[in-house]
C-alpha cells in the first residue's frame, strides 16, 4: 500500500522560504514522475512542480520558476520543494502525487490525471 506523507509547511512573510517533505512508502519511484500540486480556496488543483527518477528531468508551472526548486532523495523515498522568495498568491494547500506508470513524458507531468497516489496535504500561508 503506497502511502505519501507530507511535511514543512507553515506560516511565513512575503520574501521567505519553507522546505516541504514528502516520504513515500510502499512505492516504487523507478522511472516515474512525482510532483506537488497545491490549491487554494475556491481554485482548481495546480501542478507546480515534478520530478523523474530516470535521469532528474524537471517541470516547472511559470508561476514558480526561479523560486522553487524540486529534488527528490531516492534513497530516502523521499521528495523536496525548496520555495523562495515566496508570494502571498502562493497561499495554498501543497500536495505531493506520485504516478504507478513508468517513462511517462513530460508533457503531462503537472496535470493531476496522470497520479495515483495524493498525501493528504500540507498548508503553507505567506503573509504579505
Known amino acids: 500500500q503506497v502511502q505519501l506523507v507530507e511535511s514543512g509547511g507553515g506560516s511565513v512573510q512575503a520574501g521567505g522560504s519553507l522546505r516541504l517533505s514528502c516520504v513515500a512508502s510502499g512505492y516504487t519511484y523507478r522511472y516515474k514522475w512525482m510532483a506537488w500540486f497545491r490549491q487554494a480556496p475556491g481554485k482548481e488543483r495546480e501542478g507546480v512542480a515534478a520530478?523523474?527518477?530516470?535521469?532528474?528531468?524537471?517541470v516547472y508551472a511559470d508561476s514558480v520558476k526561479g523560486r522553487f526548486t524540486i529534488s527528490r532523495d531516492n534513497a530516502k523515498n523521499t521528495m523536496y520543494l525548496q520555495m523562495n522568495s515566496l508570494k502571498p498568491e502562493d497561499t495554498a494547500m501543497y500536495y505531493c502525487?506520485?504516478?504507478?506508470?513508468?517513462?511517462?513524458?513530460?508533457?503531462?507531468?503537472?496535470?493531476?490525471?496522470?497520479?495515483?497516489?495524493w498525501g493528504q496535504g500540507t498548508q503553507v500561508t505567506v503573509s504579505s
Open positions: 502525487a506520485a504516478r504507478e506508470d513508468k517513462y511517462g513524458s513530460s508533457w503531462d507531468a503537472l496535470s493531476a490525471g496522470p497520479y495515483n497516489y
Open positions: 520530478v523523474y527518477s530516470g535521469g532528474g528531468s524537471t
